[in-house]
């Protein structure tokens, strides 16, 4: 019990890292999403979408923290690594954690217009494909549901005002 509570505790330490870069993205005018790619307690990769600033569909957080991760690594294999993000990820973002053989997925909040690790689709446990990674989800799922649903709010008003 208390290894679990120790793992429940260091999954909720980075999600909050991860919801950090959530609100980094928000007070950029991205969507708010945030991950952490992880590797024996240590931060291996960080990002935050980025798709507004630069104009590129594939600039998701996950993608970052991945390719920061595979660059901290000298390895596009990121074995033993769990990746943190705010959102469950999209089937571009789920392919790449396939292709990037990542250990374990833990996300804050479910999508279900565009999940891919289990509201729409299931690319982690896929058997035709070469890899699947294990998933934890909910974790801080409510703070993270706040942060997208204040900043769809905002964006709504705004567009509704005439900004």
Same mark, same amino acid.
């Given at each position: /019990?208390?290894?679990?509570?120790?793992?429940?505790?260091?999954?909720?330490?980075? /999600?909050?890292?991860? %919801?950090?870069? *959530?609100? !980094?993205?928000?007070?950029?005018?991205? +969507?708010?999403?945030?991950?952490?790619?992880?590797?024996?307690?240590?931060?291996? @990769?960080?990002?935050?979408?980025?798709?507004?600033?630069?104009?590129?569909?594939? *600039?998701?957080? !996950?993608?970052?923290?991945?390719?920061?991760?595979?660059?901290?690594?000298?390895?596009?294999?990121?074995? @033993?690594?769990?990746?943190? +993000?705010?959102?469950?990820?999209?089937?571009?973002?789920?392919?790449?954690?396939?292709?990037?053989?990542?250990? =374990? %997925?833990?996300?804050?909040?479910?999508?279900?217009?565009?999940?891919?690790?289990?509201?729409?689709? =299931? %690319?982690?446990?896929?058997?035709?494909?070469?890899?699947?990674?294990?998933?934890?989800?909910?974790?801080?799922? !409510?703070? *993270?549901?706040?942060?997208?649903?204040?900043?769809?709010?905002?964006?709504?008003?705004?567009?509704?005002?005439?900004?």
């Amino acid at each position: /019990m208390e290894n679990n509570l120790d793992f429940l505790n260091l999954d909720r330490y980075f /999600m909050g890292i991860a %919801l950090k870069l *959530a609100l !980094e993205a928000a007070e950029a005018g991205e +969507v708010p999403i945030g991950a952490v790619a992880v590797r024996d307690g240590q931060i291996l @990769g960080k990002g935050r979408n980025r798709t507004e600033a630069t104009n590129d569909p594939t *600039a998701h957080a !996950e993608m970052e923290a991945i390719t920061a991760a595979a660059n901290a690594l000298g390895d596009k294999r990121l074995e @033993g690594v769990t990746l943190y +993000v705010t959102l469950e990820p999209c089937s571009m973002c789920a392919g790449a954690l396939v292709l990037a053989r990542i250990e =374990r %997925l833990v996300y804050a909040a479910e999508d279900p217009k565009a999940g891919a690790c289990g509201s729409l689709y =299931r %690319l982690h446990d896929d058997p035709r494909l070469n890899h699947r990674f294990s998933i934890t989800n909910g974790v801080l799922a !409510e703070e *993270a549901s706040e942060l997208l649903r204040s900043f769809f709010r905002r964006l709504r008003n705004r567009t509704e005002s005439g900004q």
